[in-house]
Structure formats: structure tokens, C-alpha cells
């Protein structure tokens, strides 16, 4: 099961084919970013998918993986391979209101702020991650890369080190692995963590 992040599509999961010899690769169909709409999506995806497979791995890049953390936290997953992963959406948002000088005090009266870069900031967002916090038990291995400017490298070491994933660090990899070089470390890093 294949869950894309930002600006990705459902059809991204054949990227991921060639690494998974013997498996199907589903990708899950969902648009927008507001964790209401999409949780129901994946959900759906996964009993979807619990009809047909005795065993499920997950695939899940940047916030597909905070969104699959919250969809299928009590769900039976086999393993769970997260790429450049949304491990602490709070620390996202604070680090956004930062960059861009925004209060909480200033979200909260306005309710959004529209950002320099189309992104907007949200209060209910905020308020929805703080009230819905991350219970993860899957087996997890997690794709980081040294030049993630998303993710910072203690938010992911945190995660390591609360949930026992194994991580593997592309020390001149990018958020969005892109590049020949890179594309190749992550289906190298797949094969073998299918396995």
C-alpha cells in the first residue's frame, strides 16, 4: 500500500514496483491535505485491501506518512517503509510559523494565514494535531535524507529512538529524492528493507 506525499498521486506506486518482487503495489487515491478528508481515504484503501492480501506493507512518503500513522494506527501492518516521513506535524507547523514570524496568538485570532509560498497555516490544523497525537507499534523503516529542509535530523532520531525503526541516512539526499543518485540509494534502501 502506497501512500504519496505532497503534489504525488496514487499512480507514484509504480515507481515502487520494481523494488517489491511478489508484490502487488496499491496506491491510495486521495486529494487534499486536511487530515478529516484523507484519513477516511486510506482507511478505506486498507479494509479494501485486508479483503483481498493476508499481509500488508506500507509505503509512505513525507505527509503520507503522518496521514498513515493517524488513518491505520490500529491496523495490522507487516512493516512500514516511511520515505523523507511526517513524524511530527506540530513541529512542522511551529517551525513554518517561525520562519514566517506568525504567533500562535496571531494564528488563533485569524484563524489562517496565507504564507509567501501559497502554503497556509491554519489554527484548526494545529489544533486537530495537537489533539490527535501519533500511537505507532508497526515494524518501521525510515529513508532520511542529510538535506532534508522539512525535517529536522532530532525529530527523526526522536522517533527512532520512541517507536524502535530502523533508520538508513542518505547524507546528500533532499526532502523530495529526485535525482539519479538518490533514486537509486532509495530503491536500493526498499529492496532491502523488503526483504
Not at 485486508?50 to 496521514?67: H, R, V
Not at 535525482?179 to 526483504?195: G, H
Amino acid at each position: 500500500m502506497y501512500v504519496h506525499g505532497l503534489g504525488g498521486n496514487a499512480q507514484k506506486a509504480e515507481n515502487y514496483r520494481k523494488n517489491c518482487p511478489g508484490y502487488d503495489v496499491i496506491g491510495v487515491d486521495y486529494e487534499g491535505y486536511v487530515p478529516n478528508e484523507v484519513l477516511g481515504d486510506i482507511r478505506a484503501c486498507y479494509d479494501k485491501m485486508c479483503e483481498k492480501y493476508p499481509q500488508i506493507y506500507l509505503i509512505a512518503n513525507s505527509i503520507g506518512a503522518y496521514f498513515s500513522m493517524l488513518a491505520l494506527r490500529d491496523c495490522k501492518i507487516a512493516k512500514a517503509l516511511f520515505i523523507s516521513p511526517v513524524l511530527d506535524m506540530e513541529r512542522v507547523i511551529l517551525d513554518m510559523m517561525s520562519r514566517a514570524d506568525v504567533s500562535e496568538q496571531e494564528l488563533r485570532e485569524k484563524g489562517e494565514v496565507v504564507l509567501r509560498s501559497g502554503m497556509v497555516l491554519s489554527w484548526k490544523y494545529l489544533c486537530f494535531v495537537r489533539e490527535n497525537p501519533i500511537t505507532w507499534n508497526v515494524p518501521t523503516e525510515i529513508l532520511y535524507a542529510g538535506h532534508d529542509n522539512i525535517i529536522s535530523r532530532h525529530t527523526v532520531d526522536e522517533f527512532v529512538n520512541t517507536h524502535g525503526a530502523k533508520l538508513t541516512v542518505m547524507e546528500d539526499g533532499e526532502h523530495w529524492f529526485h535525482t539519479e543518485e538518490q533514486l537509486a540509494f532509495l530503491d536500493e534502501w526498499m529492496r532491502k528493507a523488503v526483504q
